[in-house]
């Protein structure tokens, strides 16, 4: 009984890792267009619709985007299409 519990539970394990191929990331993104302070509030709205983003942080001052997501959801194509389209083109920085 003990050994097909241990059985099960080493299946389940091996299930759970060999199905997490996703991470999450973090990245920067280049977001020269910025002209006023509230630049930086559309950005983060606009991200913030991106299926699969956890987090954003914007800044006037540094003219970018840090952007948390995961990556089985979307992509940084997805994320600097969504700042374009919001009217703020993007590149990307630096992965974080």
Do not use: H, W
């Amino acid at each position: 009984m003990f050994k097909a519990i241990r059985t099960f539970a080493l299946v389940v394990a091996a299930g759970l890792s060999t199905g997490a191929m996703a991470a999450v990331q973090t990245v920067a993104l280049d977001v020269p267009g910025m002209t006023c302070s509230s630049c930086p509030i559309t950005i983060k709205q606009a991200l913030k619709k991106v299926d699969g983003v956890t987090e954003v942080k914007a800044s006037f001052a540094k003219k970018e985007a840090i952007v948390t997501f995961d990556d089985s959801k979307t992509s940084i194509a997805k994320l600097t299409a969504a700042t374009t389209n919001a009217g703020y083109p993007s590149t990307l920085k630096a992965a974080k």
